[in-house]
């Protein structure tokens, strides 16, 4: 089948190239009536734009590069359906690419950049440090998401995790709980972002006077449902009590449902569990996972405020973006204290 060319949409349309052209370019005057008309043959024909020829005579591809450690991962998935939308809403189309956290697949998003497709990228780092980025050639303008680097010179988009897990720690101290684990901690990590969830949680503990116990840390093999699930049974086993979980991700609360189910414990009656992400399995658990929230769809319009600036030409330093995050309470932590008849005997945990 043959390309649709400008000329094929104006002729349908019964316009100018020039007005075809303003209209794919998303120029504001444009009639409205005029518009409608031309986007309605763009349409019909199946039109797009040669992002050649489009940054030959603008300098812009009007893409957009989004590198994310795994396309599956659930708030990964989220976060790039968001990121797409705000795409479309602005003129943008997205490409996105997936690293795996391997460290010669990151520096490929950066050392890339000057292939001259996208305009910008949208990147979330796992193994790349700030100094790792700061010295390459900036290049095509950049974007970074989560914690593990923030280069003076680069923008940053993020939530604050110390604070996001002070206050699921606090959540289940107002329970009542006094026992509160932490799932969990994997050796490699290399995220970042677990060390800052364990701060906030000991932050919790220690400013309601609660004292820390390192046996509540629970240690996970990876990041999975199944190692969750694991890392609770192994404690029950051992026999640490307690009667409150908070989980760095929704996966691990997954995996905890499962084995406190498992164990014959009641959520939240005897263990109540936070997650992280809110992410859609949330609402679908048994009972449904109270979790952490970050506000995904303000990530993604951070991002392309601090992007669309960088594309326009800012050349400052970097601008670092905390965006809000809330906790959404579900049946696995409701908010009601726990009466004082449940859960205080801990032999029976």
Known sequence: MARVRLIDVAELAGVSMKTVSNVVHNYPHVAPALREKVQAAIDQLGYRPNLTARRLATGRTGMIALAIPEIDH???SELSRHIAEEATRRGYRVIIEQTLSDPIAERAVLSDREAG???GVIFHPVRMESLDIAKLDPGTPLVLLGEAAMPVMTDH???????????ATRHL???GCRRVAFLGVIAADITGSTNQRLLGYQQGLLEAGVQLDPELVFTALEFTAEAGLRAVAEAIERGVRFDGVVCRDDRFAIGALKALHNSGRSVPADVAVVGWDNTFLAAYTSPTLTSVAPRKTAIAAAAFDLLEERIAGYRGVGRHRIVGHSLEVR???????RRLDQNLDFTAL
């Open 173 to 175: 101290l107002a329970r």
């Open 74 to 76: 659930p708030y990964f």
């Open 331 to 337: 049946e696995s932590a409701p908010s009601t204290p």
């Open 117 to 119: 497709l996208v305009d």
């Open 157 to 167: 988009v993020m939530i604050d995790n110390v604070s996001a897990a002070l206050d």
